[in-house]
């Protein structure tokens, strides 16, 4: 789905397999992957992608909201000496410390799961992008929101949903610091909200409301 020449959506849709949303941005010569998926369900960004003209081998940047497996585990289709992958540290280390306990449901290796380098607080340049990386706690330790200025486009990953929230009964999940983490990027001005599972939303006014009717339908039972 082309969200606007520079960005497009791999929205996945399937009720009964789980796997997240992807997004493509174009910047300039650059091209950077949000969330590849899970393994098993590839195909559905490989098909996104060639309907662009594009394969795995033409993406410079894949970047994980978060370290989950079906954000993540997808990373192994990618040509490591090609394609960068950065998530941010916190989760890294989660991933670390979980991987006795994952066993067989992580279908990747530790060696092709490293990041180059480390997602943080602050701007990130790639190409003729400025993405402003947030911070966001509460569904892990160390997910992520991303932020495209020249788009106006929230990438939130597990954070916050289109009328729900990211699960916080899970290894690493607080639910203050979610609260906290939504309450912070709903005071960004974004013309598309882009989670990584469900619908995305389109414009301010409804993006906005979004944010305080998640804030009145979840916040008191977190």
Same mark, same amino acid.
């Given at each position: 789905?082309?969200?606007?020449?520079?960005?497009?959506?791999?929205?996945?849709?399937?009720?009964?397999?789980?796997?997240?949303?992807?997004?493509?941005?174009?910047?300039?010569?650059?091209?950077?992957?949000?969330?590849?998926?899970?393994?098993?369900?590839?195909?559905?960004?490989?098909?996104?992608?060639?309907?662009?003209?594009?394969?795995?081998?033409?993406?410079?940047?894949?970047?994980?909201?978060?370290?989950?497996?079906?954000?993540?585990?997808?990373?192994?289709?990618?040509?490591?000496?090609?394609?960068?992958?950065?998530?941010?540290?916190?989760?890294?280390?989660?991933?670390?410390?979980?991987?006795?306990?994952?066993?067989?449901?992580?279908?990747?290796?530790?060696?092709?799961?490293?990041?180059?380098?480390?997602?943080?607080?602050?701007?990130?340049?790639?190409?003729?992008?400025?993405?402003?990386?947030?911070?966001?706690?509460?569904?892990?330790?160390?997910?992520?929101?991303?932020?495209?200025?020249?788009?106006?486009?929230?990438?939130?990953?597990?954070?916050?949903?289109?009328?729900?929230?990211?699960?916080?009964?899970?290894?690493?999940?607080?639910?203050? *610091?979610?609260?906290?983490?939504?309450?912070?990027?709903?005071?960004?001005?974004?013309?598309?909200?882009?989670?990584?599972?469900?619908?995305?939303?389109?414009?301010?006014?409804?993006?906005?409301?979004?944010?305080?009717?998640?804030?009145?339908?979840?916040?008191?039972? *977190?």
């Amino acid at each position: 789905m082309e969200l606007t020449p520079n960005l497009h959506a791999f929205l996945w849709s399937s009720p009964t397999v789980n796997n997240c949303n992807s997004y493509l941005m174009l910047s300039g010569m650059k091209r950077i992957l949000i969330d590849p998926g899970h393994a098993s369900c590839f195909d559905h960004v490989s098909r996104g992608l060639a309907r662009l003209g594009l394969t795995s081998g033409d993406i410079d940047l894949v970047m994980a909201t978060h370290a989950h497996p079906d954000h993540v585990e997808a990373i192994q289709f990618f040509d490591r000496n090609r394609t960068l992958f950065a998530l941010h540290e916190r989760d890294w280390r989660l991933v670390k410390e979980m991987l006795p306990f994952l066993g067989a449901s992580l279908s990747i290796g530790m060696e092709r799961f490293e990041p180059d380098f480390f997602l943080a607080e602050g701007e990130l340049k790639v190409g003729d992008a400025t993405l402003e990386i947030y911070h966001t706690p509460g569904h892990s330790p160390g997910s992520i929101t991303i932020y495209h200025s020249s788009e106006r486009a929230l990438f939130t990953g597990d954070l916050v949903f289109r009328g729900g929230v990211g699960r916080t009964d899970i290894p690493g999940g607080d639910p203050e *610091l979610l609260k906290d983490s939504i309450r912070r990027i709903s005071k960004i001005e974004a013309d598309w909200f882009l989670p990584g599972h469900g619908e995305p939303l389109s414009g301010a006014d409804e993006i906005w409301a979004n944010f305080r009717q998640v804030e009145r339908a979840w916040f008191g039972y *977190l």
